[in-house]
């Protein structure tokens, strides 16, 4: 029996032109006959309706005789189809509010949801995901946005060479430009002013490593967050950028001094921790923020911690924080809005607690955007779509009328499953109580 997934085009803003499966794969999954795929036609998508065609995959824009339909970003409420199974980042696991509604509906319909986020091996590491193009988008932008803050400040500069992620034509194109700007700073240096340059990289994980891949791209120094202060002891380091990265015990330290760090009884019981970056934030220019954060864990920098830096330094070096991580309110607590792409940038005035749209103003500069991939789309899809493409065999063998418990699904996309048959799994009962709150 050929089975039918639909591949649902993208319409959450017009940045949004990432596909969860190119051409060159579908194609691959189809060529045995035992699926068929039906992708609906759109105008942004980073691959033409053209190549689909041309790949044997039929292009439609009615999907109702699909049994599952996947997608990238969710699918609005009213387009919602009865017994469906949709896998997508739905933004509900940690009980987002936005996205009850969502949820509620999805129950209502009686559907089958999987969420990539969800997609995890047995040490609960995302086997499917967007991060690294997070990363390397969000560090090309936030570069962007230093150049335009130090000239706002009569700071001349090589960052001001480079532009946003999306003004390149890829990935390659960007990187180029950032060689470029390296062999400048190798050359001539920094102002003596910004010296030493420090960034420091919160998080080690897939989001880190994008940042990485562009910070590596410049001449670097790496330090560990011990030894900070004895770099700006030691005089400056002009013709490199200083990289530090910070893992959870760099960011983090016990209560009690009865409690030595330990990763996993942090992730337990975070109550036992307090946060520690605010130690580091008088040494740095530029902040990349890529941890992930729930309401349980200590914030990366609060609004307190922001303030008494501005209010015991006369001029602090901390010029953006490029929060890839993206939660309002949240481990960078002064994120007080969600930015995009025509203005993806606001400065947080610590004593006023004002927002101002652009760069200028006496606070740091904040970038919010929380699509960055889109800025990267036809690299990132291809690198989503590579790690996609294993599970989907298995997802649509999957006989979801089953029981939960002897439903034939592997591991990884068994633990991606939040509703089966519009009822919470085990595993997310826990968003019963989000659902109720009004």
């Not at 991060?131 to 335009?148: E, F, N, V």
């Not at 960078?332 to 103003?361: C, M, R, W």
Request: net charge negative; hydrophobic share 40%; proline share 7%.
């Amino acid at each position: 029996m050929t089975v039918k997934i639909g591949i649902r085009r993208e319409d959450k803003n017009k940045w949004e032109a990432r596909v969860p499966l190119t051409p060159e794969h579908c194609a691959k999954l189809t060529s045995n006959g035992n699926l068929q795929l039906v992708v609906q036609p759109s105008k942004i998508r980073a691959f033409q309706n053209e190549e689909y065609q041309n790949a044997g995959i039929q292009v439609a824009e009615d999907l109702s005789g699909c049994e599952t339909i996947i997608a990238v970003k969710e699918i609005p409420m009213e387009l919602l189809l009865e017994n469906k199974t949709y896998m997508f980042f739905s933004h509900t696991i940690k009980g987002q509010p936005y996205n009850m509604p969502l949820l509620k509906r999805l129950m209502d319909l009686e559907c089958n949801l999987l969420d990539y986020e969800r997609v995890v091996d047995e040490k609960n590491r995302r086997l499917i995901f967007f991060g690294r193009h997070a990363g390397l988008a969000g560090m090309i932008d936030s570069l962007h946005a230093l150049g335009k803050r130090l000239a706002w400040e009569g700071i001349d500069t090589p960052f001001t060479k480079i532009k946003a992620a999306h003004q390149y034509a890829n990935l390659e194109a960007a990187k180029v430009a950032m060689r470029d700007v390296g062999k400048v700073i190798a050359k001539d240096g920094l102002p003596d002013s910004l010296c030493p340059f420090v960034i420091a990289v919160a998080g080690t994980g897939n989001v880190s490593l994008g940042v990485q891949e562009i910070l590596d791209l410049l001449p670097h120094q790496d330090i560990r967050p011990k030894d900070l202060p004895a770099l700006f002891a030691n005089g400056n380091v002009a013709n490199k950028v200083v990289k530090m990265v910070l893992s959870e015990e760099d960011l983090v330290v016990p209560k009690s001094s009865d409690i030595t760090f330990d990763l996993q009884h942090y992730y337990d019981e975070p109550q036992h921790y307090q946060g520690h970056f605010h130690t580091y934030l008088p040494f740095i220019t530029m902040l990349m923020n890529g941890i992930y954060w729930d309401e349980k864990y200590p914030r990366l920098v609060t609004k307190d911690a922001l303030g008494k830096l501005y209010a015991d330094e006369a001029k602090p070096r901390l010029r953006v924080i490029g929060d890839i991580s993206c939660d309002p309110n949240g481990s960078i607590e002064f994120l007080e809005k969600i930015t995009h792409q025509e203005q993806p940038t606001f400065v947080y005035e610590p004593e006023s607690q004002n927002v101002i749209d652009g760069i200028a103003g006496q606070g740091p500069v904040v970038l919010g955007v929380d699509n960055l991939p889109c800025e990267l789309s036809y690299d990132a899809s291809q690198h989503f779509s590579t790690m996609l493409m294993p599970f989907m065999p298995n997802l649509a063998r999957a006989d979801f009328t089953m029981p939960f418990d002897t439903l034939n699904l592997p591991g990884p996309l068994k633990k991606a499953l939040i509703l089966h048959r519009g009822q919470l799994t085990p595993e997310y009962g826990y968003l019963e109580a989000h659902l109720a709150k009004p």
